[in-house]
C-alpha cells in the first residue's frame, strides 16, 4: 500500500513537471500542451516527433499513462488511418512506472506527408484512451478526440505484446 501511494505521488510529481514544463511543447508537432488523461485511466498520446522522408517515416510518441507494473501499462501506440486500418504499432514490452509521460520512437510508416492519420494509445486493461493525435507530416498533429470503441477490433490484430517485462 505504502508503495502504491509513493508511486502516485512520484507519478503526480514527474507529471506535473513535465507539463509545466516549456520545452515540451518545443519539442512536439502538436499545438497543445498534454492534458490530464480524459478518459478513466487509459493511456492518452500527448506530443510526436516525426523524423524521415514520406513512405519512411519514424515518429517519436509520448504517452501519458497511468502505469502500475504488469496489471496496468501502456502496451502499444498505433498509427491508423480515418477508416481505422492499422498502418504501424510499436509495441511497449513493460511499465513505465517511474517514466511519465514517456517517449518510444518507431517505424518505417509509410504514409504521404499529405495523409491524414491518427495516432492512438493502448492499455492492456484498460483498451484504447481517447485523447488522441490526429493530422499529417505536412500540416503537423493536433490534439483530438476519438471515440475509444472506433476500430476496436484492431485490438486483436498482430502484433500483439506477448509478455511484459516489468
Known amino acids: 500500500m505504502k508503495t502504491a501511494i509513493k508511486s502516485g505521488i512520484l507519478l503526480s510529481t514527474l507529471w506535473l513537471f513535465c507539463c509545466a514544463s516549456e520545452n515540451m ?3 512536439s508537432e502538436t499545438e497543445e500542451e498534454p492534458t490530464e ?3 478513466s485511466k487509459a493511456a492518452q498520446v500527448t506530443a510526436i516527433e516525426v523524423t524521415g522522408e514520406e513512405n519512411v517515416y519514424t515518429f517519436s510518441v509520448t504517452i501519458l499513462s497511468t502505469d502500475a507494473g504488469c496489471e496496468q501499462y501502456a502496451d ?3 498509427v491508423i488511418d480515418l477508416e481505422g486500418n492499422l498502418l504501424y ?3 511497449l514490452g513493460h511499465s513505465h512506472v517511474n ?3 514517456f517517449t518510444r520512437s518507431g517505424g518505417t510508416i509509410a504514409i504521404s506527408k499529405e495523409q491524414e492519420v491518427y495516432i492512438r494509445a493502448h492499455m492492456n486493461n484498460l483498451g484504447y484512451g481517447d485523447g488522441v493525435l490526429k493530422g499529417s507530416v505536412l500540416m ?3 490534439k483530438a ?3 475509444t470503441k472506433f476500430a476496436s ?3 486483436t490484430q498482430a502484433p500483439l505484446p506477448t509478455n511484459c517485462a516489468f
Open 25 to 27: 511543447s518545443s519539442l
Open 37 to 39: 488523461i480524459s478518459n
Open 76 to 78: 502499444w501506440w498505433e
Open 89 to 91: 504499432r510499436r509495441i
Open 99 to 101: 517514466e511519465q509521460p
Open 140 to 142: 503537423g498533429f493536433t
Open 145 to 147: 478526440e476519438l471515440d
Open 153 to 155: 477490433n484492431l485490438e
